[in-house]
């Protein structure tokens, strides 16, 4: 089974822990009818551990659960500035060494700057943390206006509920998008969001709950070609206002949005069937096979067959463990 460890310092804030548990825990077993994660919550640094100002964690597990962890999850502490446990950074190292799988959520990226592993290496946090995080660790290249970075054995991501886009992703590289999507819904959220971070975006969540139809009718629609006045048109608005109410809800244009929709649909085609690469890609809403592999290839990083394989195998080998 998968140990995933989450090393907690003191005082760190409960919500972005939270996610963890959420996503990660045991409790989600059931609920999606296969081998789940080991969740280790552990103390980060000799106790006790407080959880913010709410009580003390009350855990059997130290920082000997990085030691036997696959992937290490690393919530934020309570202060970014604060000089970090040693044993913390050393264990984060050797975990990293040994090949194990390292993320933070938002200002935990600090703690794994402080360990030297975002050196080099693109990385995100917390909007209002970002010109710190550049400040204090010159050797990160910050990333300033994405949910998320996945530099492959390190991930990083931005505010509180970038954490969860975070570990659903995580969820989507292990078991692939229909599991994801599954877990996402279990939580009551999409099961990937497209922009950069959500605190840019200037519409208040109240108003752009509205604007789910706009995206459903676009969703029923994206085995054929989609034109933007068409759609304009089906939500009631002028293609200029519904340009412009999309990229301040979405952060992105109606066809970028579009068109990583159509990849969605696609890699969950290559996972639960057998259909060739072009009859996904005319389900897909692609004039062409070579259309599919130029949008997989720019969002995904690698080609559809090659994402069916990996998955494929993947598949098989849960099945026989």
Not at 79 to 104: K, M, N, T
Not at 126 to 147: M, Y
Not at 285 to 313: M, N
Request: glycine letters at 10%; aromatic letters at 6%.
């Amino acid at each position: 089974m998968h140990v995933i460890a989450a090393p907690v310092t003191d005082h760190a804030p409960m919500f972005e822990l939270s996610t963890v548990v959420e996503v990660f825990g045991s409790g989600r077993a059931a609920s999606m009818g296969m081998p789940w994660y080991d969740l280790r919550i552990c103390a980060g640094e000799p106790g006790p551990v407080h959880l913010g100002e709410w009580g003390l964690l009350d855990t059997p597990h130290g920082l000997e659960a990085l030691e036997v962890a696959d992937t290490v999850v690393v919530p934020p502490p309570h202060d970014e500035r604060r000089e970090f446990p040693p044993e913390l950074l050393d264990g984060l190292r050797r975990a990293h060494e040994r090949g194990a799988r390292i993320a933070s959520i938002c200002t935990g990226a600090f703690i794994l700057a402080a360990a030297g592993l975002l050196d080099g290496r693109p990385a995100i946090t917390h909007w209002n943390s970002l010109d710190d995080l550049a400040r204090r660790h010159p050797a990160v290249r910050v990333q300033p206006a994405v949910l998320y970075v996945d530099d492959g054995d390190v991930l990083t991501s931005a505010g509180s509920a970038a954490g969860l886009d975070l570990c659903l992703h995580l969820v989507r590289l292990d078991h692939g998008s229909r599991v994801a999507g599954t877990a996402a819904r279990w939580s009551v959220v999409p099961p990937h969001r497209d922009g950069g971070q959500a605190q840019y975006v200037p519409m208040p969540v109240a108003e752009s709950s509205s604007f789910g139809p706009w995206l459903d009718w676009a969703r029923d629609r994206l085995d054929r070609p989609v034109e933007i006045k068409e759609w304009a048109h089906a939500v009631g608005a002028s293609p200029r206002t519904f340009a412009r109410r999309f990229r301040d809800a979405t952060g992105e244009t109606p066809l970028q949005w579009l068109a990583m929709e159509r990849v969605r649909r696609a890699q969950d085609l290559l996972e639960g069937t057998d259909l060739p690469v072009e009859t996904v890609a005319a389900r897909c809403g692609f004039v062409t096979a070579a259309g599919l592999r130029k949008h997989f290839g720019r969002r995904v990083g690698t080609t559809p067959q090659q994402y069916r394989r990996t998955f494929r195998s993947e598949h098989d080998d849960r099945l026989a463990g």
